[in-house]
Structures are given as structure tokens and as C-alpha cells.
């Protein structure tokens, strides 16, 4: 093939972009009928793209059930809606005394126009409890197909006939709450609380306000909202919050305080969680969720793998990411790399931090975080882009961090760009900056003694669901 | 970015969390193909494109609105597969289906439709073809995208396609002719 047909072919691979030039479509052409070899190489290309389009087709719908799976934030909200709004039927449970037909759970599968259908004809109003339940139901599955519109009108559907089918009192209690998981559902938290702030002032002594109040923090812990969250789920624990498990409410209340900046607090929180009555699986959860408060934001390592070790000794089957860490504790370069982390994190003195472990530890994850952390690349830039601004930021640090920004380079452009030329360049300019551990270390890979990118401790890579 | 997606984003841009959804089932499959060019297996794949959608939603301020928002978002998802395999050391990255290799050709080939020798053929292409040729022709990147996402030139692209290419002509020929 000679550099014509070669140059022909790769035009012909850009084509259906309809980037080409009018005059690059005309030689194409030309070529083409001249050439029987690229003839039949556009022919076995449009076959191929064909037969591999049609392969995508069969994988992407496989993919399907991944908008059911997807861990939304809206999803949780309209979830935790929907408790709420199965509250609000409790209203009008007893009230009614016509048979309650079952309700069929509508087809997840099924297109979503049958959704729509699904919420006009079992919704009509002044329908009764089942109604509410169908609607509840038919929320769901518009949610589960990320439609959450249509999951906010089902909602709002429902308060309509929950107003409509309960005597006065119960009916306006009935319709605040159901109001306020249409609000939620749609993103505005301040109407839900405007809602439930009525709700109470209505009746205050309601044994659903507790759940309701609870109910209200976790709309505003999904939308960022910690303080109010805290304060409600403080509200709702004196209010009282059963049915709730009391743990769980509790567990609740120390995240709130953490993402609120309440460390201590939180801590508290915590502690009184894991202490709970019947507390079980939510006490754990609490140890854990003490664990890693005490690993990140408090700095304390010690304390945090003195629970930990309390759990394992309980027999609790830990989370893989707190296993390893108890694993890699036991070495004792990796334990001197994390507490020189998380002593960063809490001192706010992560420069000088960052600088002893590039020296002590240039290998370890913790010290790649800390870096990562203090001079952000950011991860969404082109690998290329994301290696040029690690050579302009090594030609502004200190030589110990220059040193590592080639590093770092260097293993982006090994791993991710499979450029081993130019990463044995970038290794070499890290070694000659560095005459310690860091430089050794680069030494090693320039030459290929090394494999980039694959140190044990890389390998542990624990710190990312700890932060 | 073509009329309804502008639309979806904006609306995005305004808070409606529903129009990220949309967004995100507009591009699934392409986040899908980029996270399984790089991803050990499908299913390692499908966990990327959830974690993906995490760490997508919400972040719309890092999008600095350069090229199109399907490769920001494969970006994303491949580069967050390729976290995985690193975080597991599994790096350099075997080849999903590679063990139709050792089957030997004939055993490999007996009782598979077309489209399953084809998509064997894809798999048994080196990393970069491979990624290259399941961004372009499976996640139906235009080559100016493939290219943003996997932070090469568009000269790049065109000729590691072409290499790709001519191989699979080559193994589908030998397939049929065998």
C-alpha cells in the first residue's frame, strides 16, 4: 500500500464525520474508482462499522437496568418521599370501607407513555388508599426511569387525592406532607420545609412528626443543606422518631454534624448511636462511621484503628477498604506514610507534610494524594494536557516535589499513553533532581527496573473511600 | 451539541437534576464503551458507568464547555476505569474475551455467530487500537472526540484506526476463508 492509498483510507475513515474537505471528498472518489484494493477497504469498512454498531446496540441494551440502578440523589429523595407519602395514606386508612383491590406493581420494562397511562387511570380523584399507592408506585417507576418530572406529578397527584378523600383534619395534615414530598421531589427543599413547618405548627403533638422531621433532614442533607439537617434530626430525635429504628436516626444526626463541620459533635453523635438500645447493625455502622471520622478529620489514627481492631475482634466482617488498611498498618513504612497524611489533613500544614513524604515515601498513595490534593490535575483533562502541566508545575516547586511531578508524569504517559519514550525522558529529568529515595526510585524506572505504575502500595490505595 | 442536548443542559444548568438523567441515559452507552475499552470486564464496566454518574452529577461547574459533552463525560468514565484497573495493579490491561486465544482458532470460531467472532477480533486488538476502534464505532464517538478523550491528535486517531481496521479485515477474512 503505498502513502496515497494509506493517506485515502484514513480520509475514508473520517468521512461519515462530514468533516472533510468538498475537494478531499472529490479525491476520495477519484481514488476510489481507480483503486479495486481501497474499493474493496471502503466496502469492508462500512461493513465492519455496520456489524460493530449493531454489536453496540446488543451491549447497550444490557445498560438498561443501569438507570434503575444508579444510585440518585433525587432517587433517595423521591424514595424517602415515598415513605413519607405512605404516612400521609395512613391518614386515610379505616376511612374507607369499599374492598381494597390489590394493586399490581406497574411493568419496570415497559415504555413510558404506559407510565402516564398507569398514573391517569389509577389515579382518578377522590380515588382511595390503593390510589395513593398506585401513585406512589407509578412515581417509582418513573423514577427508576430517570424520568423524576413525571415522578414530582405522580406525587403531586397524590397529595390531590389524599386531600380529597379524608375528613377535614387528617385531609389537610395528609395533603401538607404529601405536598411536601412533591416539593421534594422536585428539587425544592425550602417549600418542603415551609410544608412541614405548617404541618407542625398544625399539630404538634402528631406521633408523625418525628418521622417527618427526620424524613425532612435527609431532603436536606441531599441538598447540601447540614446545618437545617442537623437541627431537624436534633428536633426529631426529642420529638421521638419511632416506627424509625432509633440507631439509624442517630447514625443520621453524626453525618449531619461531620458534614456540618461538628467534629466533635459528630463524634458524640456517634458514640451515642453505637450505644443506642437494640442498636445492632446500626451500632457498627456507627463504629465504622467513628472510624473514619476519627481517620480523617480528626487525625487520630490511633484511636481510629483501635475501634477498627475492636470490630475485627467482634468478628465484624469490615468494609475491604478499612481491611486493607488494617493490613497495610502493619507495615511500618505505609502506617509512617498515613499518619504523615492524615497529620496534613488536620494540622492544615500539608506542604511541609507533602514534602517529607516525597522524601521518606515517595512510592506510597498517601504521598500521590497529597500531592494530587495540594496541586490538582485535574482527572477529566486530556492525559497530554494533564503531563504539560506537571512539567510547568515541576519548573515552579522545590526540587523534591519538581521531582515528583516528572514522576508522576512519567507514569501517565507509561500507563495511560503507553509512551515509554517519552516516559524514561520524564523519569530521567525526576532522577536528576533527586539524589535520595525519590530518585532512586526514578532511576529504576527510566530503566525499566521497575514496572510504572504498579508499587504495592499503589496497590492498597485505600485513602479514596476514606476521604 | 445538537438541539435537545442544549436544551437538557441547559436545563441542567439551571438545577433540574431530571435533565442530568436524561443526559446521562443519552450517553450511557458511549461511557459504557469508553469504561469497558479500558475496563477488565463488562460488568467491571457497568460499576464505572455508576460511578461515573456520581461523579458526574453535580459537578456540571467543572465542564469548562470546550468540544462536546459525550467526550467529557466517556472522558470521565474511561479515566475512572483506569483508576480501577491501577488501584488493582492490573495494568498493562488484558484483553476482555482473550481466552478465545488460547481456544486456537478453529475451536474458537465453531458455534460463534459473526458478530461474536467480530467482537472476539475487537477484544484481541492491542489496548490502544482496542480502545480506539470501541470508541469510534461502539460508543459512535465522532474521530474529534475520540481523540479529546483519549488526549491525542486527530492524526493519531485516523492512523491507529486504520491499523485497527486493516487487522480485523485481516482476521474476518482468515475467519470466513478458514
Known amino acids: ?287 465504622l462511621a467513628l472510624a473514619r471520622l476519627d481517620l480523617g478529620r480528626r487525625g487520630d489514627l490511633a484511636e481510629a484503628e483501635r475501634t477498627l481492631r475492636e470490630l475485627e475482634a467482634a468478628g465484624v466482617a469490615l468494609p475491604p477498604e478499612l481491611e486493607r488498611l488494617l493490613l497495610v498498618l502493619q507495615d511500618p513504612g505505609e502506617r509512617e506514610a498515613l499518619q504523615a497524611y492524615v497529620l496534613a489533613q488536620r494540622e492544615g500544614a500539608a506542604e511541609y507534610y507533602l514534602d517529607l513524604l516525597v522524601r521518606e515515601h515517595p512510592e506510597s498513595e498517601a504521598t500521590r494524594r497529597l500531592f494530587a490534593k495540594l496541586h490538582p490535575i485535574e482527572e477529566e483533562r486530556p492525559v497530554r494536557a494533564r503531563v504539560e502541566r506537571l512539567g510547568e508545575l515541576a519548573s515552579r516547586l522545590p526540587p523534591a516535589l519538581a521531582a515528583y511531578s516528572w514522576l508522576v508524569a512519567g507514569d501517565l504517559l507509561a500507563v495511560d499513553l503507553e509512551d515509554r519514550a517519552a516516559a524514561k525522558i520524564a523519569y530521567e529529568k525526576a532522577a536528576r533532581l533527586s539524589t535520595g529515595r525519590l530518585g532512586r526510585l526514578a532511576l529504576a524506572l527510566s530503566r525499566g527496573e521497575r514496572e510504572p505504575g504498579s508499587t504495592s502500595a499503589r496497590e492498597a490505595c485505600i485513602l479514596a473511600s476514606l476521604e | 451539541m445538537d438541539e435537545a442536548e442544549s436544551e437538557l443542559f441547559r436545563r441542567w444548568r439551571a438545577g433540574d437534576r431530571s435533565a442530568f438523567g436524561r443526559l446521562f441515559s443519552l450517553h450511557a452507552n458511549a461511557m459504557y464503551q469508553s469504561a469497558l475499552s479500558v475496563a477488565g470486564s463488562s460488568e467491571e464496566a457497568r460499576d464505572v458507568v455508576q460511578e461515573t454518574y456520581v461523579r458526574l452529577a453535580g459537578r456540571l461547574a467543572d465542564w469548562r464547555g470546550e468540544g462536546s459533552l459525550v467526550a467529557w463525560f466517556a472522558t470521565v468514565s474511561r479515566r475512572l476505569a483506569i483508576d480501577r484497573r491501577r488501584r488493582k495493579g492490573a495494568l498493562p490491561l488484558p484483553a476482555e474475551g482473550a481466552s478465545s486465544r488460547d481456544e486456537g482458532p478453529e475451536a474458537a470460531a465453531a458455534g460463534l455467530e459473526e458478530g461474536e467472532i467480530l467482537r472476539r477480533a475487537v477484544d484481541a486488538l492491542p489496548p490502544l487500537q482496542r480502545e480506539t476502534v470501541r470508541l469510534r464505532y461502539f460508543a459512535g464517538l465522532s474521530l474529534a472526540e475520540v481523540a479529546a478523550v483519549r488526549g491525542t491528535a486527530l492524526g493519531t486517531v485516523k492512523a491507529t484506526l486504520h491499523q485497527a481496521i486493516e487487522k480485523l479485515r485481516r482476521e474476518m477474512g482468515d475467519q470466513s476463508n478458514g
Do not use: N
Open chain 1, 1 to 287: 500500500m503505498d502513502e496515497a492509498c494509506r493517506e485515502i483510507r484514513e480520509d475514508l475513515i473520517e468521512k461519515p464525520d462530514g468533516t472533510l474537505s468538498a475537494e478531499k471528498e472529490r479525491r476520495i472518489e477519484g481514488h476510489i474508482e481507480r483503486c479495486a484494493e481501497c474499493r474493496a477497504f471502503a466496502a469492508d469498512l462500512t461493513g465492519l462499522a455496520g456489524a460493530m454498531s449493531a454489536l453496540a446496540r446488543r451491549e447497550e441494551k444490557d445498560l438498561a437496568p443501569l438507570a434503575a440502578r444508579r444510585p440518585s440523589l433525587a432517587r433517595r429523595l423521591v424514595l424517602a418521599a415515598g415513605i413519607l407519602v405512605l404516612a400521609a395514606a395512613a391518614f386515610t386508612a379505616g376511612r374507607t370501607t369499599a374492598p381494597r383491590p390489590p394493586v399490581p406493581e406497574p411493568d419496570p420494562t415497559e415504555e413510558p407513555p404506559v407510565v402516564t397511562q398507569v398514573v391517569e387511570i389509577r389515579i382518578p380523584a377522590g380515588s382511595d388508599t390503593p390510589a395513593l399507592l398506585a401513585g406512589l408506585q407509578a412515581a417509582r417507576t418513573a423514577l427508576a426511569r430517570g424520568d423524576e418530572a413525571l415522578a414530582g406529578e405522580c406525587l403531586d397527584q397524590v397529595a390531590r387525592v389524599a386531600a380529597g378523600s379524608a375528613p377535614e383534619k387528617e385531609a389537610r395534615g395528609a395533603a401538607l406532607l404529601a405536598g411536601a414530598s412533591a416539593e421534594a421531589a422536585a428539587g425544592r427543599t425550602a417549600g418542603a420545609r415551609s410544608r412541614v413547618q405548617e404541618f407542625r405548627s398544625a399539630d404538634p403533638a402528631s406521633p408523625a412528626l418525628g418521622p417527618t422531621l427526620a424524613w425532612l433532614a435527609e431532603v436536606e442533607a441531599g441538598a447540601g443543606e447540614w446545618d437545617q439537617s442537623a437541627r431537624h434530626l436534633a428536633d426529631a430525635l426529642a420529638a421521638g422518631v419511632a416506627p424509625l429504628p432509633e440507631g439509624t436516626v442517630r447514625l443520621a444526626f453524626g453525618g449531619a454534624l461531620e458534614k456540618a463541620g461538628r467534629v466533635e459533635k459528630a463524634r458524640e453523635a456517634y458514640l451515642d448511636a453505637s450505644r443506642a438500645p437494640g442498636a445492632g447493625r446500626w451500632g457498627t455502622e456507627a463504629r
